[in-house]
């Protein structure tokens, strides 16, 4: 049984920064790759970051890059997702993924098997 707890969101001044935590429990020895997704309302559930275990490919969706950076923490299982100069439209609910199987690079919300809950980020204007 595999488990992913989001922790770190909240609400944000744009310019502002925030660092998200996905904490992993279970059989995360077997993950080939982890993400962050995240969903504003009335959109689909798009890729931020992603993050390969076997060979440390890392992809950045082009809205984030500069700005979001991740990182891990492998002793506590836990990835983290540091998010800067925040802006209005990276306001959404952000979500962890994990998949043990090595598909599509970097993926879409389809080739990920497990998800965290969600965190809700929120950015003033």
């Known amino acids: 049984q595999v488990q992913l707890v989001e922790s770190g969101g909240g609400l944000v001044q744009a310019g502002g920064s925030l660092r998200l935590a996905c904490a992993a429990s279970?059989?995360?020895?077997?993950?080939?790759?982890m993400g962050w997704f995240r969903q504003a309302p009335g959109k689909e559930r798009e890729i931020v970051v992603a993050f390969s275990w076997s060979d440390a490919r890392t992809y950045y969706a082009d809205s984030v890059k500069g700005r979001f950076t991740i990182s891990r923490d492998n002793a506590k299982n836990t990835v983290y997702l540091q998010m800067n100069s925040l802006k209005p439209e990276d306001t959404a609910v952000y979500y962890c993924?994990?998949?043990?199987?090595?598909?599509?690079?970097?993926?879409?919300?389809?080739?990920?098997?497990?998800w965290g809950q969600g965190t809700q980020v929120t950015v003033s204007s």
């Open positions: 279970g059989r995360t020895f077997s993950f080939y790759a």
């Open positions: 993924a994990a998949t043990p199987y090595a598909r599509n690079w970097p993926g879409d919300r389809l080739t990920y098997d497990y």
